[in-house]
């Protein structure tokens, strides 16, 4: 996240490679969006549009490292009901079967991406499912978070105080609890048969599904009702997550072990947070974004030790406008990608 060398300026081969960002332009505002995982489409990423329609549009997009462009392919771009609040691609790591894009909105809905002859590239709809039983319409969802440890199950969050465990493989419903008092703005896996989620009644809670009767809650807002819009599991220590308070410049790091106290709180943001993402490859790094336009990585390996004037980051990026989304890619380590307006930016970390 250093200065950019333009890849468009002239330069040798060499130069254009070692570029650190590419910048994509939608024709839309850009509000969801995820990177492959799988390792041949290591370069992809799927963005959403925030449209005040009914139609929105989902384009998958990929980097082609050789020249520093991001393209679209037409064949892949897709009408979407409503905006979608999170998207997600489903791993096959062995390669062998058409990528799945998971997505949410009013519904969850899992598409299937068939490219592997280009001149026949597609999206097809492969399921759409719905948790409300009783009727034909459901609670919007507000998030979702897919299992890696059980690649079966996909956890979302609705609006109607609800979570709800998938099984993606029969189409069922596993599970269905009420989480919160209020709505829930955000679920995240942290194992097998374990997840937590966050509210607008300003908790975090931890379940297991072993347990469905009960939960624990890890955090509260300090000021009461004050809702938790975002919550990050670190996948690499499961001993720690992170959540964002609504309209706030602070991101909150819980150790479960030691519920209801931060462990730190990182305070260096000049406003809102809007994003979090742990590092897929290090236990002690995440990268937050926010309306003050800025990307920050910070190294935590020091938390639970007192720092005077409290943690700083480490590196630091200000892109053109506020960042309403970050996703840090899991093939791909060194790359972060963030969303502002109707930009899509890589960033080479």
Known sequence: MGASSDPTQDGSDEQQKRSEIYTYEAPWHIYAMNWSVRRDKKYRLAIASLLEQYPNRVEIVQLDDTNGQIKSDPNLSFEHPYPPTKAIFIPDKDCQRPDLLATSSD????????????????????SLLNGNKNSEYCGPLTSFDWNEAEPKRIGTSSIDTTCTIWDIEKET???QLIAHDKEVYDIAWGGVGVFASVSADGSVRVF????????????????????????????????YMATIIMDSAKVVVLDIRFPTLPVVELQRHQASVNAIAWAPHSSCHICTAGDDSQALIWDLSSMGQP???????????????????????????????????????????
């Open 307 to 349: 720092v005077e004037g409290g943690l700083d980051p480490i590196l630091a990026y200000t892109a053109g406008a506020e960042i309403e989304q970050l996703q840090w890619s899991s093939s791909q380590p060194d790359w972060v990608a963030i969303a502002f307006s109707s930009k899509l930016q890589i960033l080479r970390v």
């Open 173 to 175: 419903v596993d599970t």
């Open 208 to 239: 297991d599904l072993r347990d469905k009767e009960h939960s624990t809650i890890i955090y509260e807002s300090s000021e009461p009702d004050t809702p938790l819009v975002r919550l990050g599991w670190n996948k690499q220590d499961p001993r």
């Open 107 to 126: 519904f969850l809905r899992i598409w299937r991406i068939s490219d592997s002859d280009e001149s026949q590239s597609r999206v097809e709809l492969k």
